[in-house]
C-alpha cells in the first residue's frame, strides 16, 4: 500500500487538488446565489420603502361641518407625479362655483408626507353617494408606467355625525380672536367709551398726606396716655 502510494504520489496530489478546486467552486457557485439573493431583496425592500400612495377624501369642513371639503393626501415615502382623480358617479361643485373643475382632478405633483384641501359643496349634494374613486399617478416623471389606487367611498358614513366646538385647536384660537377683534371694534372707531379707574399722582399725594395725619394722631394719642400716668 504504501509502495503504491509512493509511485502514485504526484497523481494522487493531483487528484486532492483537483476535489479541493470542486469544492471551491460549488462553495463559491452557492456563495454567489446567496449573495444575488440579498442582493435582490435588498432592492425589492428599498424600492418598497420608496413608493408613493396618493388617496382621496371627502371630509367636513373644520369651519362649517355641513359643508365639506376635498382632501388628496400623498401617504407614501416618494413623490408622485401626474396624479388623475376620477369619481363615479362625478363628483359635483357647490352652487356658487358651479362652472369651475372640480379641485384636484389633475396634480403634476404631491410630495411624500403632503396634502391638499379645498372647499367643495354642501353634504346635502353628496349624503346619499357611494363613490368609486380611482387614483393614478406615475413614481417618475414623465414616466409611462402608473400605479393605480380604488376603493369605494359611502357618505353614509358622516350620517348623524355631530361636533361639539371646535375640532381643531387651532380653529378654537382662531374664533377667540374673532371675538377679540369684534369686541374691539367700536371701541377702535369711538363708538363705545371704556371705563376705568385711574390711580394718579393726585391719589397718591391724597394717601401720603392721610397717613401722615394718622401717624400725628397715633402720637398725640400716645403722648396722652403717659401723661395720664
Known amino acids: 500500500m504504501i509502495e503504491f502510494i509512493t509511485k502514485h504520489i504526484d497523481t494522487i496530489g493531483i487528484l486532492i487538488s483537483a476535489f ?3 469544492l471551491t467552486a460549488v462553495a463559491t ?7 444575488r439573493l440579498l442582493a435582490d431583496e435588498t432592492k425589492r425592500m428599498v424600492d418598497a420603502s420608496a413608493q408613493p400612495h396618493v388617496v382621496v377624501t371627502l371630509e367636513p369642513n373644520p369651519w362649517v361641518a355641513f359643508y365639506f371639503d376635498i382632501n388628496i393626501a400623498n401617504t407614501g415615502n416618494a413623490p408622485a ?7 363615479d358617479p362625478p363628483l359635483v361643485n357647490a352652487e356658487h362655483r358651479i362652472n369651475r373643475d372640480i379641485p384636484f382632478s389633475n396634480v403634476s405633483v404631491l410630495k411624500n ?9 354642501k353634504y ?3 349624503k346619499d353617494q357611494v363613490y ?11 414616466s409611462s408606467e402608473r400605479e393605480k389606487n380604488e376603493y369605494s367611498y359611502d357618505m353614509a358614513s358622516f350620517e348623524g355625525v355631530s361636533y361639539l366646538g371646535a375640532r381643531n385647536p387651532m380653529t378654537q384660537i382662531a374664533e377667540q380672536m374673532k371675538k377679540l377683534r369684534e369686541d374691539w371694534r ?6 363705545k367709551k371704556i371705563k376705568s379707574d385711574v390711580y394718579s399722582q393726585d391719589d397718591r399725594n391724597e394717601d401720603l398726606r392721610l397717613s401722615e395725619e394718622r401717624y400725628r394722631e397715633f402720637l398725640r394719642e400716645r403722648e396722652q396716655k403717659k401723661g395720664n400716668i
Open 20 to 22: 479541493a478546486a470542486l
Open 29 to 35: 457557485f452557492f456563495l454567489w446565489r446567496v449573495t
Open 81 to 87: 407625479y401626474n396624479i388623475e382623480v376620477l369619481f
Open 113 to 121: 408626507g403632503h396634502s391638499l384641501n379645498s372647499s367643495l359643496c
Open 124 to 126: 346635502e349634494q353628496i
Open 132 to 142: 368609486l374613486v380611482s387614483i393614478s399617478w406615475s413614481k417618475h416623471p414623465g
Open 186 to 191: 367700536p371701541v377702535s372707531q369711538g363708538n
